[in-house]
């Protein structure tokens, strides 16, 4: 025995030191006790095992528990180290702790557990006598030294609390050291976030065909086709109806990735999609992934225009649009107090009000976007301005209300205040119904269009819920706002009237 505990491979390979808890296949939540085994996936990710690994994968795979029990097993066998586990909830944490460090621990045999004595225990930690090394679990690590860090379902904590995450890698990840082990593991959530950013910093990295240095991460991706455990028997794959559009999709997907996909490996898929989520094709692009360009695929879960954006792509209106020299341009914006500023150029041409350009800026003074509108060579008809434009604030070098600002700086222009709707939800509900009549030039709108797409609702994260509630602080809100004074204030019927438009006077009348 002494031998054989003194052999790492010995330790995670043999199953006879450490057990786990196995869900049924049924999902009734009722499992029993295995010993533990690293399964197909688990010993690919461990024979490629790089200094800063970060992992996107299928889900159920195993990751969180071969972590643990690796972990564990440091802990257990090296002197004076850390070991820690970070979850998006602290609940979360707590229930990795019990039912994978703290059950494989206290199932160890009892001639070897009895030379493991504990020092401490908690629900969050475990501290050995033995060799002052230690476990534990919690939503973020700071301090000290970690010589071993797991992050699960990175992706999860970036989207639901980007602020954690940006803890983490700020606080959490330089408490690695350099021959330290950090694992990042998750299911991807949307092409945003610092677990996309890593990820597709990695994986590029991956695609030169370098190998990466001591700090940067290495990229592992594991799609449900490589799990010899997802697919049905000959029988049961009988019975599932497959339709050519999913065939010529599983062609697709063996085609770009060098593999074969069985008759039987397509049934489990297709029962998969449609049993647990409900023919929800995103759905299933986030939880069981092809490929690593599909995990990104934006979704529409906690999203205010995906749908309206797919629309637009689907009938050819995100496309190459000229500028018309002879027709007026109109402006859209969004005046930030302290932040950002975000503006929409359009010109409507018969039934088609084309969005040409999206422009923004972060601490500039509205000189600076005078400027860039000027710099187009373009006429101009209305700039819509938000309600608050005509709120005295502080500006760069003085009190006042930034319409009066744009007014001196441009006074050749016409400025219309767009009044203020009941709610922002009303507004956003103006501009999905809106939204069939715009297009967008693909290259000139290209960063507005990005952040429509990824312009989301706040988490709560009390309830569990997305609230109605926008999400200001992931920078996404200057481009979304700006375009719905568009569909709050644009009539084409009064612009293209031969009434003089309405315009403030110094002393804040209309004209």
Known sequence: MKACLASWEWRIFSGQLYKIMVKTEGGDGAGFVTPFIPNVNQRKFLAALHYRNVILKARQLGFTTLIAIIWLDHALFNADQRCGIIAHSLDDAE????????????????????????????????????????????????????????????????????????????????????????????????????????????????????????????????????????????????????????????????????????????????????????????????????????????????????????????????TKIPHVSNVLCHTFWDIGAGDGTGIWIMQHIGPQERFLRYIEGWGEGYAYYVRLLRETGWLFGKHFLPHDASHVRQLQDRVGAPIEALEELAPDWSFEIVPRVQTIQHGIQETREAFSRAWFDEEGCKAGLDHLELYGKKWNARLGVWSHEPEKLAGHSEAADALRQWAQGYDPRLINSQQRPRRRTKGGMAA
């Not at 493991?116 to 919690?138: C, D, G, M, T, Y």
């Not at 594991?222 to 028997?233: E, H, I, Q, S």
């Open 95 to 318: 229930v990795i702790f019990r039912d994978k460090v703290k059950f494989a621990y206290h199932n160890l045999p009892e001639s070897v557990k009895s030379s493991f004595l504990l020092a401490r225990e908690s629900a969050k930690e475990l501290l050995f006598a033995h060799n002052n090394s230690s476990i534990r679990v919690a939503t973020s690590m700071r301090s000290g030294t970690i010589h071993r860090l797991h992050i699960s379902e990175m992706g999860k904590i970036a989207a639901k609390f980007p602020e954690k995450a940006i803890e983490i890698v700020t606080g959490s990840l330089p408490a690695v050291p350099t021959t330290g082990i950090a694992v990042i593991e998750s299911t991807a959530e949307g092409q945003e976030g610092e677990f996309f950013e890593i990820a597709t910093r990695a994986e590029r990295q991956s695609q030169t065909g370098k190998k990466p240095s001591i700090t940067e991460f290495k990229f592992h991706f594991f799609p449900w086709w490589k799990d010899p455990g997802y697919r049905l028997d000959a029988n049961q794959a009988a019975n599932i109806t497959i339709t050519p559009e999913q065939h010529e999709y599983f062609d697709t997907i063996a085609r770009e990735q060098s593999t074969h996909i069985t008759i039987e490996q397509r049934a489990w898929y297709v029962a998969k999609l449609e049993n647990d989520f409900s023919g929800d094709n995103e759905k299933m692009w986030r939880e069981m992934p092809s490929s690593p360009e599909e995990c990104w695929r934006r979704s529409i879960e906690g999203k205010f225009y995906t749908a309206q954006l797919a629309a637009a792509r689907a009938s050819g209106r995100i």
